[in-house]
């Protein structure tokens, strides 16, 4: 079996309709339990007090607004080689849930560090970066609308998530790229001396599963949509040609 059989809507109708329920069902007892267990059950940080535990929040939100145009440039990538209907509408589908966790990330980080900071905003690389990659999903999504052949809209798509990858990049590494800015380094490493103590890594680590989980979850649902809506356009196109 070829993981390119995937490619088939049909195919990929078929699988969806029977793994969505039970990733949907991961994502929320993921969430439950990890936002639970991050606010209520974890203690005060010794500097930051309880405005750390924004933390649970930001943090996995920040992860998967990044991941999410990952994702979509593999899948844009897959599209203008393999010219896979699919990849386009997954493309397409991530597009707004991944905008959704860059607002989620940028409105939590504003809120956590305004008490550590002083301000709700600062010109630091890696929020300019973060915002430019807002601004990108925003001009990602707006182009799909703007364009009415599906594959032309494909293909401008596909080139302008090329290019918002750098900024994907910079939202990532900007930190080691420039060590100048208020924001801190990772939260989560491979390093005991970067991450942070296990009290809060461990449901750190359940939240974070649960945004992936929940990412899975909606662009699968959304990707369904957009091939049900693809399936009704062409099916109305060929009753007005008749």
């Known amino acids: 079996m070829s993981l390119w059989e995937y490619a088939n809507p049909q195919k990929f ?14 994502s929320v007892l993921c969430l439950v339990i990890g936002l639970a267990w991050g606010f209520f059950w ?25 991941n999410a145009w990952v994702m979509m440039l593999v899948t844009s990538l897959v ?20 905008l959704t966790f860059t607002l989620i990330a ?9 008490p550590m900071w002083g301000t709700w905003w600062a010109w630091d690389p890696r929020l300019t970066s973060f915002l430019i990659l807002a601004l990108f999903y925003l001009g990602y999504i707006a182009l799909w609308q703007a364009v009415d052949d599906p594959d032309t809209a494909a293909d401008l798509t596909s080139v302008l998530c090329i290019v918002g990858s750098v900024f994907a990049l910079l939202s990532r590494y900007a930190v080691n790229f420039w060590n100048q800015g208020l924001h801190q380094g990772a939260s989560l490493s491979l390093d005991k001396k970067e ?11 359940v939240c974070i599963a649960g945004f992936v989980l929940l990412f899975i ?8 949509t957009e091939i049900r809506s693809r399936r009704l356009g062409a099916l109305l196109a060929r009753e007005r040609m008749g």
């Open 217 to 224: 979850s909606l662009v699968l649902l959304r990707t369904r």
């Open 106 to 114: 940028l409105a939590t980080g504003a809120l956590w560090g305004q």
């Open 42 to 66: 974890t203690p005060d940080d010794y500097k930051q007090g309880s405005t750390v535990k924004i933390f649970y929040l930001h943090v996995p939100a920040a992860m998967m607004a990044i």
């Open 79 to 98: 599209w203008l080689i393999r010219r896979h209907h699919v990849s386009a509408l997954a493309a397409k589908a991530a597009a707004p849930v991944g």
């Open 195 to 205: 991450n942070v103590a296990d009290v809060f890594w461990y449901p750190a680590l």
């Open 13 to 26: 109708m078929q699988l969806s309709r029977w793994v969505l329920p039970f990733v949907a069902a991961a």
